[in-house]
């Protein structure tokens, strides 16, 4: 008799979500890929998707992110800390990540055209909750950034597969910080085999890597990450690419067991964020 592929799951919509993928703001790369979700419509979802905490960024920017970063803290600025701002970070140098000519020729133009690029410093750090890298195409921080980010203990939250590969991840910001690191998208994105499970070793490596869910919409890929590392899985529902109760949907009926998949649910982000207290409060 063969194993069920998915879960019998009926309604999850009780248990406590932290997400903590989601972009807010306008991007100003005029790509169908990133939609504007306003902090005021997310926050609409919250609670019909049973999301109690959430982890925000401003989407992908080419004129840089400090004033978007500035705006967007203030506007979720909540004594309860149900929004956790991550400051989205930007460099002048393009690391090659790959091989891949395009990015090659990304790199030398960002070379060519450096001074017109914002250059993160660690003062960009301050009263934010994490930080958010997209290293091939935003840049690495330096080396004074990264060492303010480890000092503060900032997660960091780092989008993982093609062009941003897991094993340069562990490469250059994982062996470099002891904060907690998040690959984002099981550090698959789009759907690369070969990441997800050099992801998954890396995670089951390093006592501070998570695998966020977001972009994962690979049924067997989840199950494959959750089977062997259940206790590094966080829900991200990368919206508003995809909405937040239909992302968990699809995280809860790839986990057939109800401690597990509730531990993805919060229980990851208690351990990275703290715990929230369901009156409001994170302790």
């Known amino acids: 008799m063969s194993t069920s592929i998915f879960a019998p799951r009926s309604e999850f919509d009780d248990i406590p979500l932290t997400d903590c993928h989601v972009h807010i703001g306008e991007s100003d790369t005029n790509e169908i890929y990133y939609p504007h979700l306003a ?37 979720a600025a909540d004594p309860r800390r149900s929004i956790l701002v991550f400051a989205r970070l930007a460099s002048r140098d393009i690391p090659l990540t790959e091989p891949a000519p395009w990015l090659v020729r990304y790199k030398l133009h960002r070379h060519l055209t450096g001074f017109f690029h914002e250059q993160a410093t660690p003062d960009d750090l301050v009263g934010f909750d994490g930080v958010k890298l997209l290293p091939h195409l935003d840049g690495c921080p330096s080396r004074d950034v990264l060492a303010a980010i480890d000092e503060l203990g900032l997660p960091l939250l780092v989008h993982g597969g093609d062009f941003c590969s897991p094993r340069w991840i562990e490469r250059h910001l994982i062996r470099h910080t002891r904060a907690p690191v998040i690959i984002a998208h099981l550090g698959s994105f789009p759907c690369a085999e070969r990441h997800l499970k050099d992801a998954v070793a890396i995670a089951a490596r390093h006592e501070q890597v998570y695998l966020d869910t977001s972009g994962a919409w690979h049924h067997e890929y989840l199950r494959y990450a959750v089977r062997r590392i259940p206790k590094k899985i966080i ?37 990275i964020f703290g715990c929230v207290d369901r009156s409001g409060g994170v302790s």
């Open 39 to 75: 902090l005021d419509e997310y926050r609409r979802l919250m609670a019909p998707a049973g999301i109690t905490r959430a982890c925000v960024f401003a989407p992908l920017r080419k004129d840089g992110y400090r004033q978007i970063n500035a705006r967007l803290r203030t506007a």
């Open 235 to 271: 829900f991200g529902s990368d919206a508003p690419l995809m909405h937040p109760l239909v992302a968990w949907r699809h995280v809860s009926h790839a986990v057939a067991d109800d401690i597990t998949l509730e531990w993805i649910a919060h229980g990851a982000a208690d351990e």
